[in-house]
């Protein structure tokens, strides 16, 4: 699915630059149990609610699905990886596009406030930047030999937990997935910027933008809904 969106939330934006976002939602929902992108909150879908969003802050919205649903739900074909299906989406937003965003399809309350803060930190001149909230937990890091001995204890001051939508310089993005095709294993497109020598800055995120990971965080959803 491609959608080109009749307007943006802020005129500002459009005469910065053309602003394309990617809705991943391309997982087979292995820790769900299920196609959790497809669940229904306040007679909604998921991955509906986030594409939405999207669209309030951008020209355009490309959607990346599951391969055996691309012929219903009309999107572009995800990948064995989240990395390839994002690269699978970039080949399908415009190359006029100056600031691509890239959201989780799991994370349907982002608001498009938060779309529009991390937008215009990239276009501040930011090569990307993310959303997190404060880690409040005590974090520890154990050694990966399976023996279960503490290695460290971080300070969390210095440590964020980071949300979806990201936004980056659209030809920063680009080129971080085509330097990192088969070499560098990622858990989000902010780590390859980091990777490539950019620079990721921060923006507030949201404690209600929570990601669906869980049936009870569905549950969860579904409660916020009804409120």
């Not at 930011?126 to 997190?132: G, L, M, Q, R, S």
């Not at 440590?159 to 993005?173: D, E, G, H, I, K």
Request: charged fraction near 25%; glycine fraction near 10%; aromatic fraction near 4%.
């Amino acid at each position: 699915m491609v959608l080109p969106c009749a307007s943006m939330t802020s005129s500002e934006q459009r005469e910065n630059g053309r602003v394309w976002s990617i809705v991943v939602g391309a997982g087979s929902g292995a820790r769900f149990g299920g196609l959790k992108q497809y669940e229904v909150i306040g007679g909604k879908r998921v991955i509906d609610r986030s594409v939405a969003t999207a669209a309030e802050s951008s020209d355009g919205v490309v959607v990346v699905v599951p391969r055996d649903d691309v012929d219903r739900e009309g999107g572009v074909a995800g990948g064995v990886s989240r990395a390839e299906s994002v690269r699978n989406g970039l080949q399908h937003v415009p190359a006029e596009a100056d600031i691509i965003c890239v959201h989780d399809a799991a994370r349907p309350f982002a608001s498009s406030d938060l779309f529009e803060q991390v937008i215009a930190a990239v276009q501040a001149g930011a090569d990307a930047a993310i959303p997190a909230m404060p880690v409040t937990d005590t974090i520890k890091i154990v050694a990966s030999d399976g023996s279960g001995r503490i290695e460290a204890t971080p300070d969390r001051s210095t440590l964020v937990a980071v949300q979806t939508p990201q936004a980056f310089r659209a030809s920063v993005l680009r080129t971080a997935h085509e330097n990192s095709v088969g070499s560098v294993v990622a858990t989000d497109d902010a780590m390859l910027v980091e990777q490539a020598g950019g620079v990721v800055v921060v923006v507030p995120g949201e404690p209600s933008n929570r990601k669906i990971t869980t049936p009870e965080d569905l549950e969860w959803a579904r409660r916020e809904v009804e409120q």
